[in-house]
């Protein structure tokens, strides 16, 4: 069984494809996870989650009192606490549900502090074993995590590729790409940006240690966004 | 002389007052940016920049040709390169204009390779020197950046803040915020989101010692985000 999960970020970040996505998941009996605000979210695009976690502290009484009735297993975090929301979703339905993978949504736009912690999370050494079976995705971006090793990225249709490493990373390669490299070293948390497939290649071969994790972003530029600057 | 900088990000996250921005930047005889799009995009507000820098990769050959007529100085960077156009800018306006700030606009949304690289790309050493007087501006956030030591962060108009630190900390400490910490230490990069400043308060203390930098982001929600939400 997989996991969908649904924050609380802003809808304009949203894959376009958001309905089909949480469908197919429902049709395959996987997970369906609201945090937060997201399991209200999740309602209003048709869909009851099996498990809400969150303080709710952004949900109206009524708003709340829906996901109580409507939302079989229904877990209240602590707003002063050693976890977040996010942290505690990994947990519940990494050790409880035992899922094989987590794709989570509505985590990019709006309150950069949420972003980043929830990008960051993984690197806490409790959650990195999870990090290689999570995925962030939004309607330009899906965002990938890797462990020390060799890796083979199979081809996927966004146009651009960047490679971050937190906290360092050592004899970083990569084969296969319109920009390799070869045993490169660097001490500090830093991103490669823009990197490419190679017209109709396969994937490209990627290799490193590190005492953390590489952070893989599949990028793509929107033609809406043009649209919006041409107009101007 | 301050520097104010536009990159090539969705006009959608841009601070509301964007337009007030420059121009007050304008009439004290700031320097203006334009990094590759942004060039063309502080045209569109009706400012020339004084400085435009980039591959210019996402102009058409008409829009580089008006922004090699109307902007005195242009820098060209290579797309296989070691520096990324932010890196550039941020070598030439410290090193070269000797700016006393920068603040950085158009950083956030789309794709976030990018993102991820402007907020990490202090971490250089090279550029360390230059983080606390860079400053990252959307339409929700405020991010800046601090070295080891003692610093009182005065009160902001924004509900929340969050700090992350990058790559690992030492003795935090925060005296005077909702929620306080005391020599909090963690080897890894990691975010705390969601504090916020107490009522009436003119700021908190922040103390800690990190071989790299703490990322403080001052955040606020938007109450367009919940009329997007109630419309549906």
Redesign the interface.
Known sequence: MKAYALLGG????WPEDIVEIFKSAKNQHDLLVGVD?GS??LQ?LGFIPDLAIGDFDSLKTQELAKVEHLVKDVRYSN??KDY?DSEQMLEVVFDEYRVSSLMILGA???????L??N???L???KFKPYAEKVEFL?K??L?KYYASGKHFIPYQPYK???L?W???IKELTIRGAR?DIANYNCD???????NEFLPRSEGFELSFSS??LV?L?L????DR?YH??NK?
Chains 1, 2 share one sequence.
């Open positions: 802003p809808k304009a970040e605000r209200i979210l209003e707003p002063i977040t990019t736009g709006g309150r950069m502090d949420h980043l912690l990008l960051m999370m690197l806490n050494p939004d330009q971006n965002i651009y590729f960047g971050g937190f906290p360092e920009y500090y948390p830093k991103v490669f940006s823009s005492s953390g952070c972003i990028a793509r530029d929107i966004y919006i600057v101007n």
